[in-house]
């Protein structure tokens, strides 16, 4: 949550999880032959869907034999979970958007104000300006009927909690805000209007013949529940503030947006090359496969998934405590992640703790309770590589 009193910003996860809940996650049980088979499958289905080239291949699903699902998943007969922006030319029947005809769809939708349809455009040239080729299908489909709601402070409460101070309701396709907005005056006003426009980017339920797709960045895994909402919650923030995080620092504004998750994930996606693009085309399987990639056996990143949804659950619900195992566990991955980037070999000890400094500083940014940024995990983390690898002081 964000640490300011009534300065928070939420995705209104609670509305949607129950229509989910029946959806099962094939994480880590598919192979690359199943993949194959799956492709097969699709092959044989719509005559108005074309078949696609087995997803075993390709950026995606880098790994050799990787166990995660790669484009899509069948779920039952004719439920689909659509993993990646490969699946959209089928589902959309058509390429992606120009900034031009993405501005259509907004001009025609009827619940945006006229002044609101000013800013839209303003923010996806800005977006695309930032992130080149983005993709832009999913916000096109949202954005032609997306509603936007103007509410009291006590109903935002009422609906999205204490602590809320806007809301995305992905199921309904609803944005709610503030009758008080005042997104040209007030900094908050402005991080959170675009935070929830950012919401828009990766979830639609698309039913075309007797199928039904479901695209959505975080996963229902069985007996797990959902795993991955607080990365994607996080995303968010990233996606929706990075173009104008000088703009936003330069303004005194350090916290953006759940400043203890997404200090952790920002050190993690520059750590891999992720952008929070990437969370507009793929869901979080690749987010994960590239976790894997750079840290090998470390710990698998799906664990990390679920750390990161704990840590927020319990930092939301002020449960959070300090020596636990677990999250000793994510700053390790974290200190050790980080290493891979900005630290080796050559460097003097002295330029190592540097680095170990910078590390710090990096996830204590806006932290306003800094006890549950664990410094002396990451210390230890990097006196344990200069021990290994006989760098001394
Ligand atoms: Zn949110």
Redo the contacts with the bound molecule.
């Keep these: 949550m964000v640490n300011h009193m009534k300065r928070s910003?939420?995705?209104?996860?609670m509305l949607c999880i129950s229509v989910f809940t029946l959806s099962a996650c094939s994480l880590g049980e598919g192979t690359a032959d199943e993949s194959q088979s799956i492709a097969e499958m699709f092959a044989q289905m719509d005559e108005d869907i074309s078949p696609i080239e087995p997803a075993s291949s390709g950026e995606y699903n880098s790994k050799e034999n990787a166990a995660r699902p790669c484009d899509f998943t069948f779920e039952g007969d004719t439920y689909i979970k659509v993993n990646s922006n490969v699946m959209f030319d089928q589902i959309f029947g058509r390429g992606n958007y120009t900034l031009e005809e993405l501005y259509s769809v907004i001009d025609k939708n009827k619940s945006i104000p006229k002044e609101y349809k000013d800013f839209f455009k303003k923010y996806f040239k800005e977006l695309t300006d930032y992130y080149p080729d983005l993709e832009l299908r999913v916000f096109a489909y949202n954005l032609k009927d997306v509603e936007m709601q103007f509410i009291s402070e006590y109903d935002i409460h009422q609906n999205g909690g204490e602590n809320v101070y806007?809301?995305?309701d992905y199921e309904n396709n609803v944005i709610m805000l503030r009758d008080t907005l005042d997104y040209q005056n007030e900094y908050w006003d402005l991080i959170s209007l675009r935070?929830?426009i950012?919401?828009m980017r990766n979830y639609f339920q698309i039913e075309k013949g007797e199928y039904k797709y479901t695209y959505r960045f975080y996963v229902f895994c069985g007996e797990e529940g959902s795993v991955g909402a607080t990365v994607d919650?996080v995303l968010?923030?990233m996606f929706s503030t990075d173009p104008y995080y000088e703009e936003y620092i330069n303004a005194g504004i350090e916290n953006m947006?759940y400043p203890l998750a997404t200090n952790e994930l920002r050190v993690i996606v520059d750590a891999i090359d992720y952008s929070p693009a990437d969370s507009v085309s793929h869901n979080m399987y690749l987010l994960e496969d590239r976790m894997n990639d750079v840290m090998g056996d470390k710990l698998d990143s799906h664990i990390i998934m679920k750390t990161f949804d704990r840590q927020q659950r319990e930092n939301i619900n002020q449960e959070i405590q300090q020596n636990d195992p677990e999250y000793e566990a994510l700053f390790d991955y974290i200190a050790c992640i980080y290493m891979t980037k900005y630290v080796n070999e050559s460097m003097s000890y002295a330029e190592i703790m540097d680095r170990c400094e910078v590390l710090k500083d990096k996830l204590l940014t806006g932290v306003h309770n800094p006890e549950y940024v664990y410094t002396d995990v990451v210390d230890s983390a990097f006196s344990k590589y200069c021990e290994e690898h006989g760098i001394t002081d």
């Design positions: 910003i939420c995705a209104m996860l806007a809301m995305y935070h929830e950012a919401h919650e968010t923030v947006g």
